[in-house]
């Protein structure tokens, strides 16, 4: 059977990274053909994840959604907004 493993953003070496991979191992070992993807990977966290683990190909990266991006955006947005009226605030109580 072909499957896809998901991850949604591999940046840590943590618990759910490291059920990837033994789902991975465990998958491959039952006979699957078995892919991984990633919207995001870093380097130095797949290393340490897969320190102990031979043979796991990188995952794909398919990138981040076009929302991700945009949200991003609107969270720098609402921080220049409230650091503006922040400094707005305390000129106008000093005047």
Same mark, same amino acid.
């Given at each position: ?22 789902? !991975?191992?465990?998958? &491959? ?8 993807? /990633?919207? !995001?990977?870093?380097? &130095? ?37 409230? /650091?503006? !009226?922040?400094?707005?605030?305390? /000129?106008?109580? &000093?005047?």
């Amino acid at each position: 059977m072909r499957i896809a493993l998901v991850h949604v953003a591999f940046f840590v070496a943590g618990g759910a990274e490291r059920l990837f991979l033994e789902m !991975y191992r465990a998958l &491959k070992d039952l006979g699957h053909e078995v892919n991984l993807y /990633t919207a !995001y990977f870093d380097e &130095k966290a797949w290393e340490t994840a897969t320190s102990d683990m031979s043979n796991i190909p990188k995952p794909a990266i398919l990138g981040e959604p076009a929302v991700s991006g945009l949200l991003h955006k609107i969270q720098l947005l609402r921080a220049l907004l409230a /650091t503006s !009226y922040l400094i707005l605030r305390e /000129t106008c109580q &000093k005047a």
